[in-house]
């Protein structure tokens, strides 16, 4: 069975700081690994994936994500947070065989604070 | 281009009533469907999925049900609404394995 860990429920950081937004999956086999950001009252929207190749993901409004297979870890990094960035993040995975639905983590609820 | 279509953007209903939700698909052929619920603006729980015409996956038994009665459309049901229905509702759509999924924009339900 596959499963995504967002351990945090909540992130804070100072506007122009770095920050990270931590995933930890579980799957039995290659995995697809995505992030997606969601703005109230909105839909998901895509930021980032990995399938296959370098480990380190850029996407979109600055984001990246680095695969560590030895820690089955997927983290959402941005060097630099703006103001904007604050919104609920999903970390999702799929097996690379078969036609299985994403599995998607609870979500981070992101704040970056002025 | 894809586009995804999901209406209506927000519903109150009555216990008891029923309820379509319908979410439609252009720019593509045979997508995967899927019905997601949020609940209290966190995490997703996953609903139903369709690989096709007719073919419906169930993931929890639920006051709900799907049906997609053509390539690029799907349709979330219920005969008869409970207060815990109520939440924000995701269609989405994907195409090869490699791909996540696009998603539309919600439909907010709130049962009263």
């Known amino acids: 069975a596959q499963s995504v860990a967002q351990p945090e429920d909540q992130v804070n950081v100072a506007e122009g700081n770095p920050l990270t937004v931590k995933c930890t999956y579980s799957?039995?086999?290659?995995?697809?690994l995505f992030w997606y950001v969601q703005y109230p009252n909105r839909g998901l929207q895509f930021l980032l994936k990995?399938?296959?190749?370098?480990?380190l993901v850029k996407g979109s409004y600055g984001f990246e994500a680095e695969f560590n297979k030895s820690q089955t870890s997927f983290h959402l990094k941005k060097p630099s947070a703006l103001v904007s960035d604050s919104a609920l993040y999903f970390c999702?995975?799929?097996?690379?065989?078969?036609?299985?639905?994403?599995?998607f983590g609870k979500g981070t609820r992101l704040s970056v604070i002025a | 281009s894809q586009t995804i279509h999901q209406w209506p953007a927000t519903l109150v209903q009555p216990v008891g009533s029923p309820l379509s939700l319908e979410c439609t698909v252009e720019?593509?052929?045979?997508?995967?469907l899927y019905w997601y619920r949020q609940a209290a603006g966190r995490g997703l729980q996953l609903l139903f999925y369709s690989v096709g015409i007719g073919q419906i996956s169930s993931e929890v038994p639920q006051n709900l049900s799907a049906s997609r009665p053509q390539d690029r459309q799907f349709i979330l049901s219920s005969k008869k609404l409970l207060l815990s229905d109520s939440g924000f509702y995701l269609c989405a759509w994907s195409g090869q394995a490699n791909y996540g999924y696009t998603f539309g924009s919600g439909t907010r339900l709130t049962v009263v």
């Open positions: 799957v039995s086999g290659n995995p697809y």
């Open positions: 999702a995975v799929r097996l690379h065989s078969g036609n299985t639905p994403l599995v």
């Open positions: 990995y399938i296959t190749g370098d480990n």
């Open positions: 720019g593509t052929s045979n997508p995967n």
